[in-house]
């Protein structure tokens, strides 16, 4: 059986009065009654609610803002050590890292949450299965990779766009 439960913000005023939580409750309980035939099983309320930056958009009557990019919570070089071999050092100092990076200019490393559905990206986030547009003009040109993170970094850098990471298929 589906249930449905109705949400409600209303607002807003800088200051209320003690005891203004239960005159709230009791209206929106009696109209919960009025509409629906039953008692509510429960009501949660309180005046310490705030507005998504969506709906302070429209209460504005104003586009959201855009998302801001998160920060970096590391920083990527890549250098040849004494014995000749590519190694990568991971460093929270970007200046320290940039100095210790072949190019000079070492990547940044993020935090992400746990994608829900693939989208598009600059670079995987994650390992798993990844369409990647190679970065060049002909719209029909992709390639898939089986990303493992760290990410080789012979994998990006020309401009790619990729997809993913693409679910496994289960049927």
Known sequence: MTTTIWECKIGEVHSVAEGADYLMRQAVADAYKAQTGVEPVFIFSGWGASLTEAERAVVENRLPAPATAPEPVAWLAHYVGRSGVEQEYVSTDKTLADEND???????????????????????????????????????????HNVSIPLNPHLVGEGERWYGPIPEDRQ
């Open 102 to 144: 072949a190019s000079g200019k070492a990547r940044p490393l993020y935090l992400h949450p746990p994608a829900t559905a693939p989208a598009w990206h600059d670079a995987p986030t994650v390992p798993g299965l990844w369409l990647c547009d190679e970065g060049d003009e002909n719209p029909y040109r992709f390639t898939c």
